[in-house]
């Protein structure tokens, strides 16, 4: 009898550890690819627009960011992005959708599997940290450069162009009124 209950034991010992193992991993996967080749924008390819890139800066340092990530190139939205701090991906149910699976990926363990909030603060509501994330190039700036606590910059953990689809899937979700937004102090 000692003996079967040890073989279970160590057999449920072994299932817990191996699904442990796949949830961790999970957590700390690296998103699927950048924009599947599927997706194009809404209504046609982007065009980048001529002209100097736009100066982005650290929410929490200020300093300037630097891009070299070793994510590789840019994409055509990064590059647009850049200049107009518009986020071209904004209102694009495909590229939303992809937003979403990288959210899921690589934000929800912190912020919620819907943007309510868990460790890190919810983000589809009127209660913002940053008064900067109002504007797509604010938004940008605090998750590449990251925040305070434990929001750390994601500079090289995700590519630019995947943080302009969450951000893209977070403002399709945002139930609030920026106008009526409570900042934190």
């Not at 840019?74 to 904004?90: E, H, I, L, R, S």
């Not at 700036?141 to 943080?163: A, L, V």
């Not at 302009?164 to 920026?178: A, C, E, F, K, N």
Request: glycine residues 12%; neutral net charge; contains cysteine.
């Amino acid at each position: 009898m000692l003996s079967k209950f040890t073989k279970r034991s160590q057999l449920t010992a072994l299932y817990a550890a191996v699904i442990m193992t796949m949830s961790l991993s999970a957590c700390h996967a690296e998103p699927q690819s950048s924009v599947p080749a599927s997706v194009k924008p809404a209504g046609s390819e982007i065009v980048v627009d001529s002209g100097p890139d736009l100066e982005f800066r650290g929410t929490i340092s200020g300093d300037v960011l630097d891009f070299k990530d070793g994510k590789g190139e840019d994409t055509p939205a990064v590059k647009q992005f850049k200049k107009t701090g518009k986020n071209p991906y904004n209102n694009n149910d495909e590229i939303i959708r992809n937003g979403y699976t990288i959210f899921s990926t690589a934000c929800s363990g912190c912020h919620g599997h819907l943007a309510e909030g868990k460790l890190g603060p919810a983000l589809h509501d009127d209660y913002w940290t940053y008064p900067g994330n109002m504007f797509d190039k604010g938004f940008f700036e605090t998750i590449y450069g990251g925040g305070q606590g434990m929001m750390g910059p994601q500079k090289g953990m995700i590519s630019q162009d995947e943080i302009l689809q969450i951000m893209s899937w977070i403002r399709s979700v945002y139930d609030g009124d920026p106008k009526k937004a409570k900042w934190k102090k």
